[in-house]
């Protein structure tokens, strides 16, 4: 009946309202045949352009296959707030996070926690506003560590302020080891599913850790904690300018406003200079010194060396005029005034400022973590790197020559250096007793293959694991190095 009633319905139309009820099905048909041929072409040309470029570009991109990821239950969530600059947030020490970030995520892998990206210093004198992401290679790290442990960019949002979750926060004890992390701190996630780490420097033992644990400290060192592509590329761009030049000797000159502020070094600043420090000192609360005797921190080889004695101690090494000197640092205090010594010994100074296109640093203008990454690629890649203070930067460089088969680095014995200088400058030595004295000082404090020294409650004083990763270190005929390193002082002469 459905049926005879619509033929009769169809039979009353007009002629022309019949062919609208025939054509509409045969219209929407070819529609959706002219619309999945459109989609299906498009798809077709974006393959066929990706499989060239993949061709053409065969060698710049790519892509390595990701490690399976590590399969475990996770205990908790571990969120870090790393302290200090560039090389402290990477180890765990003053300007820099990588350590921090090892320690960290060495932590997470030990306790079978998810980690965090770590949070980055703001509020440090430095006042470097970057992000994680600004400095490393985020979805590299994630990945290269995915065998290991479960890295995410953010909390879920259950655990968000917005939902009125407040995490745990808490401090854990410095130079622990991995008994205080499994009795103290995983019961705590039992309770807190969320524990904010707010300082992780120095908060794991240079010593006693397992062999595995160690070698996952170098492995997020050394090979997941890379700097994102720019910093990459403008880095490299910076050792080539300067290796066309020929060999060349990286001096961190740690002669900084903050550093001298830090430690009370006032030694040939002015007595503005001095106030100037001192006032810097007290307007920073967690500096907890605050009358300090330069001299005799100077007399204990505390204070970093000056410009002047920079001079004096390179010219002792046997390094001459025709040395070329990249200057790896931020601004030097005192500017060219205090740098004028050092620039007649050495007239071939060099600095990223001097090298560099001004557009080329713009984007890194008043992101001192990120200029400092500069250095820090510019004095790994040097023929010989001298630190004038074995801080942060000077202990990440170290240990990284040391893993790239312990590249020319001379530990500066600054106390015997302090007592030689002035022996020479009251007269008692002669320059050549002086140089005499402080080339036979350091025959053997280049980087040679060593033991990292253990003393036993004192942590802080003794070596520092990212300074001689021992464990990380392959070295076949030591033997042949050692010998190597003391006849070849004269390196880039």
Sequence with gaps: MEVVRSERSVEKLVPWQQGQVIQRPRLQVWFIRICSSILIWTCLVQLVGFTKMSVHNEGSMHFPPLVPARNYTSNGFLKVSCNGGLNQMRSALTKQPKFQICDMVTIARLLNLTLVVPELDK??????PSNFEDIFDLRH??????DEVRIIKRLPKRFGLRYGYQPFEMSPVSWSNEQYYLQQILPLFDKYKVIHFNRTDSRLANNGISMELQKLRCRVNFEALKF???IEALG?????????KGPYLALHLRYEMDMLAFSGCTRGCTQEEAEELKRLRYAFPWWREKEIASEEKRSNGLCPLTPEETALILQALGFDKKTQIYI?????????RRLASLRAAFPRILKKEMLLDPEDL??????SSQMAALDFMVSVASNI???TYDGNMARVVEGHRRYLGFKKTFQLDRRKLVELLDLHQNGTLSLDEFSFAVSLAHESRVGLPTQRRIIADKPKEEDYFYANPQECLSCHDCSDLMSSHVNNTTIIQ
């Design 328 to 336: 790896a640092s931020g601004e030097i205090y005192g500017n060219e």
């Design 362 to 367: 713009r984007q890194f203008q008043n992101h």
């Design 228 to 230: 994102t592509p720019e």
């Design 123 to 128: 509020t440090s004198f430095w006042a470097d």
């Design 385 to 387: 790197f001298v630190p």
């Design 236 to 244: 490299n761009k910076l050792i080539r300018i300067i290796q066309q």
């Design 141 to 146: 790290f994630i990945d290269s560590l995915r």
